[in-house]
T-cell receptor, first 112, second 116 residues
Framework: KAGVTQTPRYLIKTRGQQVTLSCSPI?????VSWYQQTPGQGLQFLFE???????NKGNFPGRFSGRQFSNSRSEMNVSTLELGDSALYLC???????????FGPGTRLLVL | ELKVEQNPLFLSMQEGKNYTIYCNYS?????LYWYRQDPGKSLESLFV?????AVKQEGRLMASLDTKARLSTLHITAAVHDLSATYFC????????????????FGQGTILTVHP
């Protein structure tokens, strides 16, 4: 079974630009969660989608948004990028509530 | 607000020695996960602990959960260099009757280095 995939793997953007990251969950998984990982703040939850609905959202500004498609693939968008948005963005999928989340390889975003 | 704290944050071990990483959390939950992260890599699931008293073992690693004490431990037996990585515990609040869907709250991580 293929794992969680994320594209692109690396991105360099400049302040003020916007970026879209993509995540394809494990086949059959309907829940997709997104996390931001930075050296200073650690791993922080961004949001979770299930059946195209956002069920939960972390404490991030409205510049961070996401969506999920009918095939469970998910995208997250960050508008008006700031230097502090430089991070590793991880998505994770799971098939049912008690199961662990399976993480993708991440997208490393650098904002200059 | 749920807080998850790990200690120690840095652990330098000699090969062959035993040690324990502790994970304390602030709010009732009966779901706890351990992950491993190698430098520049993603998170790999190690253990899923879903009830009080749960104990799981894989190779030189053993994890346990005490929901009454709000404590999980990750015990390393006879460490080898391949275990060098960052270890995270994460708590899932959804089981506590809440609506915290899909949200794991992570500890700070323990950077483990095993040297000869």
């Amino acid at each position: 079974k293929a794992g969680v995939t994320q594209t692109p793997r690396y991105l360099i953007k400049t302040r003020g630009q916007q970026v879209t990251l993509s995540c394809s969950p494990i086949s059959g998984h309907r829940s997709v969660s997104w996390y931001q990982q930075t050296p200073g703040q650690g791993l922080q939850f961004l949001f979770e989608y299930f059946s195209e609905t956002q069920r939960n959202k972390g404490n991030f500004p409205g510049r961070f948004s996401g969506r999920q498609f009918s095939n469970s693939r998910s995208e997250m968008n960050v508008s008006t990028l700031e230097l502090g948005d430089s991070a590793l963005y991880l998505c994770a999928s799971s098939s049912w509530a008690l199961e662990t989340q399976y993480f993708g390889p991440g997208t490393r975003l650098l904002v200059l | 607000e749920l807080k998850v704290e790990q200690n120690p944050l840095f652990l330098s071990m000699q090969e062959g020695k035993n040690y324990t990483i502790y994970c304390n959390y602030s709010t009732t939950s009966d779901r706890l996960y351990w992950y491993r992260q190698d430098p520049g890599k993603s998170l790999e699931s190690l253990f899923v602990l879903l009830s009080n008293g749960a104990v799981k073992q894989e190779g030189r690693l053993m994890a346990s959960l005490d929901t009454k004490a709000r404590l999980s431990t990750l015990h390393i037996t006879a460490a080898v260099h391949d275990l060098s990585a960052t270890y995270f515990c994460a708590v899932d609040m959804n089981g506590a009757g809440g609506t915290s869907y899909g949200k794991l709250t992570f500890g700070q991580g323990t950077i483990l280095t095993v040297h000869p």
